[in-house]
Antibody, heavy 122, light 108 residues
Framework: QVHLQESGPGLVKPSETLSLTCAVS?????????WGWVRQPPGKGLEWIGN???????YFNPSLKRRVTVSVDTSKNQFSLKLTSVTAADTAVYYC???????????????WGQGTMVTVSS | IVLTQSPGTLSLSPGERATLSCRAS???????LAWYQQKPGQAPRLLIY???NRATGIPDRFSGSGSGTDFTLTISRLEPDDFAVYYC??????????FGQGTKLEIK
């Protein structure tokens, strides 16, 4: 059974870099899927951040593109998110998730991590 | 692509039928529209993908339909466990893969 688990600091200071890792278990990250990040500010809706393929190909939300890096470590079966120059507006629950692949195209998120709350505050 | 969900809140009783709407700012291939359910403190759960395909383990009281710019999630007979927030998402080729703002389904 596929399981995704986010990890990283729960508190980040303004202007610093938010770093999260998503550990994938029960499934090889190199099995031909895209892996993504979604965030949800408290009491608000979902925002797609970006995704990555096993080869390192990435796609990002244009609204965050200048500040986001997503990387994959196939040896550890995990992928990571870095968001630079954070502000209070980046306070959110951050989820990692797996994109379905339908006929070779990126699909919906079919498996999600439980999410991790990150607060930006001094 | 902007997705607009309506209504913002829907108040119904168990056993009733729920109809949730998702309207896109431009045409979305039906192959690229999904619905999710989210309960408080939990991650979203995929219900429907490709506009009308139920995800694994989703009861058949959940159904999706629509094409172009108008899509619908229908829950035929509400059960107590169905009261939650529902989001639609489009994942057409070019990112970002946007979500709607959500519809809260509450017990009347």
């Amino acid at each position: 059974q596929v399981h995704l688990q986010e990890s990283g600091p729960g508190l980040v200071k303004p202007s610093e870099t938010l770093s999260l890792t998503c550990a994938v278990s029960g499934f090889a990250i190199t099995s031909g899927y895209f892996w993504g990040w979604v965030r949800q500010p408290p009491g608000k809706g979902l925002e797609w951040i970006g995704n990555i393929y096993q080869t390192g190909t990435t796609y990002f939300n244009p609204s965050l593109k200048r500040r986001v890096t997503v990387s994959v470590d196939t040896s550890k079966n995990q992928f990571s998110l870095k968001l630079t120059s954070v502000t209070a507006a980046d306070t959110a629950v951050y989820y990692c998730a797996r994109h379905m692949m339908v006929r070779g195209e990126i699909g919906a998120f079919d498996v999600w991590g439980q999410g991790t709350m990150v607060t930006v505050s001094s | 692509i902007v997705l607009t969900q309506s209504p913002g809140t829907l108040s119904l009783s168990p056993g009733e039928r729920a109809t949730l709407s998702c309207r896109a700012s431009q045409s979305v291939s039906s192959s690229f529209l999904a619905w999710y359910q989210q309960k408080p403190g939990q991650a979203p759960r995929l219900l429907i993908y490709g506009a009308s395909n139920r995800a694994t383990g989703i009861p058949d009281r959940f159904s999706g339909s629509g094409s172009g710019t108008d899509f619908t999630l229908t829950i035929s007979r509400l059960e107590p466990d169905d009261f939650a927030v529902y989001y639609c998402q489009q994942y057409v080729n070019s990112p970002p893969y946007t979500f709607g703002q959500g519809t809260k389904l509450e017990i009347k």
